[in-house]
Structures are given as structure tokens and as C-alpha cells.
């Protein structure tokens, strides 16, 4: 089992950036395809960005490729996003997420965008963004 806590989050104005840490516990990280998602008032969870085991594949939802990054570093047991330009609509709670059952790439690509393919949660930290 792995235990995930989420920092960074805050307000900012539209056009500025944010990185949010996820700090997981064990010593098993490096086998677990890890996520981002966000939950906006009202909204369902929705995909943000993955990344693979080993840190070499990536995935994002549309909405925020080519501003967001995610990366992760194996040996501090921690993923990162770094969220730039970010925009009014990028305004929600932020969720780190781990999961054991994937398969490596290219099928990663498959399941890397449902919820249900994570067993592990954080918290949440939340991200505002004003206008």
C-alpha cells in the first residue's frame, strides 16, 4: 500500500504558473504508473496528466498539453506537475494518484486516463485561478 500527499497548490492570477509535489510512501513507487486529475465544483474527476513507471511516457488530456508537464523522481518517491499559463478554468482540486495494474507502454495507453485504473489517492490540494 502507498500513502500520497499533495503540496503546492494556491491562488494565482491567470497567465502565472504553479507545481504541485506528490510525496508517496514505500518503497514500491517506482512500480506504479502515476496520474494527476482534478475535481472543479460540480464537475466529475477528470484526467489531467500520467506518467510511466520509469518516467519515459507521458499522457495529458487536451486541455492542458503544451502547459502542463508532469515528471517524477524515483529516488525522492515523488511526482511532479508543473502547471504554467494557467487559466481561470484550471481552477479545481488537485488529486495525486498511483497505479499498481498497469501495463508498461505502449498498452499503458489504454487505461492511463480512468479513474478506476488507480487504486491510491491523496487528498487533494486545491489550485485558483482568478481572472
Known amino acids: 500500500q502507498v500513502q500520497l500527499v499533495e503540496s503546492g497548490g494556491g491562488l494565482v492570477q491567470a497567465g502565472e504558473s504553479l507545481r504541485l509535489s506528490c510525496a508517496a510512501s514505500?518503497?514500491?513507487?517506482?512500480?506504479?504508473?502515476m496520474g494527476w486529475f482534478r475535481q472543479a465544483p460540480g464537475k466529475e474527476r477528470e484526467f489531467v496528466a500520467a506518467i510511466s513507471r520509469s518516467g519515459a511516457s507521458t499522457y495529458y488530456a487536451d486541455s492542458v498539453k503544451g502547459r502542463f508537464t508532469i515528471s517524477r523522481d524515483n529516488a525522492k518517491n515523488t511526482v511532479y506537475l508543473q502547471m504554467n499559463s494557467l487559466k481561470p478554468g484550471d481552477t479545481a482540486i488537485y488529486y495525486c494518484a498511483a497505479a499498481p495494474a498497469l501495463p508498461p507502454p505502449p498498452a499503458l495507453q489504454f487505461g492511463v486516463r480512468e479513474t478506476r485504473s488507480y487504486d491510491y489517492w491523496g487528498q487533494g490540494t486545491q489550485v485558483t485561478v482568478s481572472s
Open positions: 514505500g518503497r514500491t513507487f517506482s512500480s506504479y504508473t
